[in-house]
Every structure is written in structure tokens, then in C-alpha cells.
């Protein structure tokens, strides 16, 4: 087995969790925070910074990668880990997701997706067989099910037959994963905002028995109201069993949301790509460091925070930085956002052994500037 | 006395000699080469980074800090080394070369220099008063005099005028400075490829006592063979008991054509600005990491180089980071091109002290491909 999860402790103030994922690659402590690492570099950084923030796995997009530089240099470079130089659990996406929002012109039949690639134009056919070889040249940890992710908002029909197809490709790459010691292959619940869909979808998906299970086709635009709303009648009736992945969602709030719910892991792009704006999350909510207030201000960005950005550097020098578009800003910025949700997530799973989840939501969302 | 020279050891097979030049922020070996930071950062590269290549002393840009963030601004921080967190020797140049090949519709008089920012146009007058006042803002433990920049070609009566100037322009520059304690003011010596302006303009400027000097006006656009003949009969000529420092050189012959002259210290922006655009420096000549030819190849861009980027990646893999813009391929080839440069002037040391730097030299521009 690629993959084994420990359930380690269950709040009794809420459905939080904590647990370890074993894979060949480290253990992974949840609930996790995941960096995305799209074109296998998470931008910016080196692996060894990773390191020293405790990232413990990374996201890599299937999409990006069999588009350039190609799943099978990376494989005679010796599977992902190797050619990007981290040697801790890498998770990659399936490239349903990219193939629907990146992808053009593309073309779904039962066979799987026909698409023209964001780069260059070019014609790609993608079906779950296609997605899992690509994976298995990456040699990612945990891969991801080829889904279709079903747009938002989308009708009851559509979004049921889009959720049954998701299942036989799921079937589909269960078979043609061949692996199965190396590398764990997760399954992706869909049904748009349908409950009874959802749930369906998950009941379908379990009888696979796969070693994982995502929530897919959230965070694409709906309001947060209803993905809160998802979270509250899914997550819980997720296996218990397993590792509960939610898809693309990383901000502080989120994150809170969905781990009171069960949710183990989570990845997003946004505090990397914020980062890169000059946009930094601290204590007490954003700091847009462009901000001429920012000026002559020679205190750190967040005076509370232990990253290498904070000790060494003042909100003067870093707005030069970002005026000037220097390399160094964005480094900086992109060490400070991901300390602060790893860190986050980890004060995150203190609180929970410490039965104290709840307080810690709510003092956050105070400090931050949240509505509880 | 802000600074300090000793004189170590002069080789005794050429003019090429050891010395330390002592600062308030540390000692520098001579002969150094010293990486850029334009705008108070070294493109791509933290400090502590800069350390771990060895860097002993970086160079900033009076020009760009002046024009942004201000030097009142790094002033209020508490000076250069504290805003941009570095805490080992800085040189900072006069302003004036850039004013020469950045600034625009620039008007020259005896009193100073109006130009126009490169930036936004606005109107801005530098004299060697104002110079010298930015510099003692920045708080850099080596500043150059103000002077002017002879472009190449000029014809004799100029370069003269010119030269004459620059003296004039070294003694008010002495006169304003009134951190003498702290920061060693370097004069700059013109005259364009015209020997005995050249050394009529030595000889005004060692008259001032200053505790350093440079050749400027060299690396402008003259050809290479002009440029070793002013090195030629100039650098022995310069104090033998103070640091000579050669402005704008940095390519692997020049500094070996520069130290073997005498030249204790040497800048440029090459190794990092090619850096950038995918060019790395080896000990067997330059390699343009995008050329389609280390497509797959997983061998390190320099077998011999101990240097981060060459123990832990491939080409393939800086490649393809170079292929998607990836910022990591340019901080990767950032640390090789300087750890290049850096331990290249490391060993060059080693072999003046072991009196083979002739047979060091040779050895490597065989190796590198250059006609000796």
C-alpha cells in the first residue's frame, strides 16, 4: 500500500481531526496546508526554504507539467521528486480542473477530453487512462483521479450526468493505475451544489474503495455561503478512515471552515500568488505593502511573526522592493504568506489537541477582520 | 581612519599582489570581485545567501537609491547596510557614470550635472556637494568621488577638459565629506585612452591623499585590446600602499588581465545580469541553459562547480524553469554565476600566494576557451 492514514484524535467540540498520512516519500501530519507547485516549482522557492518553513507535502499540476516539460522527461529524470529536487510527498492534481478552466475549445465525449493547449494552441486528448499514465511518470505520492469538474452554476442534469461520468473515469483510472505500491490514487466527489448528487457521488466513489477522497468542483466561483453549505452535510459523511481532501481552498477562513468540519488536507495558489502581488497576510488581516502609508515605516510586516521576512526586513524596504520589482520582494513575500498558513495550520492542530479549536477560530477571525 | 590597507604579498612573477582592505564593516581579501545590488538588493538574492557564496563586499548604485527609494528614506532606516539587511562592507559608486548613460538631456557645468530621471523625466541636479551628501546618507564604508564619465571615443581636448574637471570636482567631493571616520572616500581617474591624461590625472588625484582609487572610464565601448593597454601602464603606476580599484569589469579574462596588472578590486553586473537571461559561467566556457540541447540531459551545468544550484539540479530542470520564466532558474543561475566568480577570484588568491597565477591563468582560459 502506497498509502496508510492514521486517525489520531477527534475534537469533541466539532467534527475536527487530526491524523498522520504515511507515504514512501514522509509522514504528513493533519490537518496540512498544501503549497502549489504548478510548473514542479513552487514559485520563488527552493525546496530546502520549504523546508525550513515545515512544509510537509506539495501540490504539482499534472496539466502544466505534461504540457511542458513533458511526463516523460520528468520520468528519465526519475519521476518528479528527483528533477525538482524534494524528496517529501508530492500530490499531483489529475488536469480535469486546468483542462476545463486553461484548456480551449475543448471537447468531452465518454472517451475523455479533447483540448487545445493555453500555450501554443495545440490539440491534446486527455481520458483517465492518459491521466494516470502521466502521473505515473511524475511519481507523485498521492494522484488524483481524472474528474470532470462541473462548472458553477450548472443544472441538476447536467451536473448528474457530469457526476456519473466522473465515477466511471474514477473506476477507469482505478484500473489502468498500476503503482498501486508506489502511489495512492484518490477519488474526486462531485454533484455542483446538489446534495443528494453529492452525496451519491461519494457513496459511488467509496465503492471503489480508493485510499483517499477530495471534494472537487468547489471554490469555482460559487458563493461562499453555499461551498460552507457543501462542507457541512459532506465532509462528516466522508470515510472516516481516510484522508478528506478539499480542493483548491487555502485562505485563513476557509481553511478554519473546513477543517471544523473534517477536512484533512487543503491546497491554493493564493497565498503564493498574492505574495507575488506584494499582498501579505498577517495577524491582523492583509497588508497591500504598495500602500504609500507603507513608505517610511520601518516595522516589520507582521511584529507577532517568527518568518525570515519579519526578523530581518522592514515594510519600507519591501515596499522598495515591489516599486521596483525587484526578485527579492517577491521571495520574501512568498517565505512570509506560506509561514504564515503553515504556521497557521499547525497552531491550528495544537488547538485542537487542546480542545480549544473553537477559541482559536475566534479570536483569528477577530484579529483578522472576519465576521464570525 | 575609515579604512585601512595592507599590502600582504606582491607576486613576483607579475604585478598581481594580496592585500586586506579593513572597514568598519569587516575586512575585505584582496584581490575581490564584488557582486552588484543596483537598488540595495542583489537581483534575485538575499543577503545571507551573499554570505554563504563568501561575498565580502557588494556594490551599490547611487544613481538608483538616490532617484528611489531617496537617500533620505535609507537614511531614516538607519542607513544602507540596515535597510536592506546586510551587514558587510559596501561601496557605493558617485552617481556618476549613470548620470552619463542613464540619465537624460544632461547639461554639464563646472558647477555639477542636470539631467533628467530615466524613470519619470523629472529634473534632478547632482554636484559633487550633493554626491557626496547622498553617499554619507547611504552610509557605505567605501564612496566614490563625483566625476565625469569620458565616453569613448573622445578626442584629446575633451578627454582633457574632462579629466581636469573630475580633479576639481574629487577635491570639493573631499571637502564635503565629513564622515571621514566612517566612510573612505576612492578618487576616479579619467582621461580616456590618452596616456598622459591618464597619468596627469593620477598624479592631481594622489596629490589629495585620498584612501583609494579607481580607473574609470574603462569597459565603456573601447576595444579590449585599449583597455589592457591603458591597464598596462597604469595600475603599477597607481599608490602602492592603497587599494586600485578597475570600475565595470568582471568578465573571467578581465579580472585575470586586472589582477595580473595589479587591480586589488573589481564590479560588474555580468555574472548576475546574465545570469538572469539563462547564461551560466563555467570553467569550460558559457552555456545557454534554453538551447535545446540540454533538453534531457541530467548532468549538472558544471561537474566541478560545488556551488547549490550545480550540486542539486539537472540542466534539463533549469531548462525548463528558464522555458517558463520560473523565478527559481534565474536565483539558481544567480548563485552559480557569482559562486562562479567569487571562488574563481578565491583561487586566484591561492595561486598569486603560491606563485603560479601565470600557469592558473593559462590553465583556465585553455580550459575556458579564451586566446591567451
Redo the contacts between chains.
Sequence with gaps: MALEYKLLYESKECNARLGEIHTPHGVIETPIFMPVGT???V????PDELKDLEAQIILSNTYHLYL??GHS?VK???GLHK???WDRPILTDSGGFQVFSLGKMRKITEEGVVFKSHIDGSEHFISPEKAVEIQNCLGSDIMMAFDECTPYPATYEYAKQSMERTTRWAKRCKEAHKNTDKQALFGIVQGSMYKDLRLESLRQLVELDLPGYALGGLSVGEPAEIMKEVLDYMVHEMPRNKPRYLMGVGSPDYIFEAVERGIDMADCVMPTRMARNGAFMTSKGRITIKNAVH??D?SPIDDECEC?CCK???R??L???F??N???G??LATIHNLFFLINLMKNIRISIREERFLEFKNDFYQKYGYKK
Design positions: 510548473k514542479a516549482t514559485k520563488t522557492m527552493t511542458r516539460p522527461l528519465e529524470a526519475g528533477f525538482m529536487n513608505r517610511n520601518f525570515y530581518n526586513y522592514s519600507a524596504y515596499r522598495h522592493l516599486k521596483e525587484e526578485i527579492l517577491a521571495r
